[in-house]
């Protein structure tokens, strides 16, 4: 299975500004995703990262607000804009090289906004 | 109706005694399930995968599928406490295309020595 580099771990940022989380597989992966999870809650996809196309998105979700990059098949960004109090969550990237390799997470990113 | 279902527990055993989890889904096209655990903290991480009806086992971990009910379940034989964890029932709702995957909302289990 693929192994996810996600940074950075953790953040706290004030309300109003945007951060950029980064995703670094160590294989070309055919499939990579973003999912967030709230304190004691499963995870939610957000959306698809699609490679040199735009990201496909969950309803709920908007790219004004969670602004995709996927320049290659190993690389992928999400990006938080103008953060709230409520997007304070643990962000997930995933990725697989089919469906029948089953898919590997990042180590998660704690956003806190304040 | 949600996508995937679970029931969050939390579901509480005896050191070596088999825990049963269970999952619902609602889309019969539905063609590939997982299950995934994770510890408090911790990403997910894939246990088990299963495609086709029937169990498939791997270990201490038998995964059974039945179509038909729409129903994934999971048994963990000889349960120990390092098992306590939630245990996330995950559903690839269309059949080969972006690959994407439903979580249900986790079953938490304890297993107590």
């Known amino acids: 299975s693929a192994v996810i580099s996600q940074k950075p771990s953790r953040d706290i940022c004030q309300r109003g500004t945007s951060l950029t989380i980064q995703c670094q597989v160590d294989?070309?992966?055919?499939?990579m995703f973003w999912y967030r999870q709230q304190p004691g809650q499963s995870l939610t996809l957000i959306a698809t990262a699609n490679q040199g196309s735009e990201a496909t998105y969950e309803s709920g979700f908007v790219i004004d607000k969670f602004p995709i990059s996927r320049p290659n098949l190993t690389f992928s960004t999400l990006t938080v804009s103008n953060m709230s109090p409520e997007d304070s969550s643990i962000y997930l990237c995933?990725?697989?090289?089919?469906?029948?390799?089953?898919?590997?997470f990042g180590s998660g990113t704690r956003l806190t906004v304040v | 109706q949600k996508e995937v279902e679970q029931n969050s527990g939390p579901l509480s055993v005896p050191e070596g005694a088999i825990a049963s989890l269970n999952c619902t889904y609602s889309?019969?096209?539905?063609?590939?399930f997982f299950w995934y655990r994770q510890y408090s903290g911790k990403s997910p991480e894939l246990i088990m995968s299963i495609y086709s009806n029937g169990d498939k086992e791997d270990g201490r971990f038998t995964a059974q599928l039945n179509k038909a009910s729409q129903y994934v379940s999971l048994l963990i034989r000889d349960s120990q406490p390092s098992d306590s964890a939630t245990y996330l029932c995950?559903?690839?709702?269309?059949?080969?295309?972006?690959?994407?995957?439903?979580f249900g909302q986790g079953t938490t289990l304890q297993v107590k020595p």
């Open positions: 995933s990725a697989a090289g089919s469906v029948h390799r089953g898919y590997t």
């Open positions: 889309d019969r096209g539905s063609q590939s």
């Open positions: 294989s070309q992966v055919t499939m």
């Open positions: 995950a559903v690839n709702p269309e059949a080969g295309n972006t690959g994407k995957l439903i």
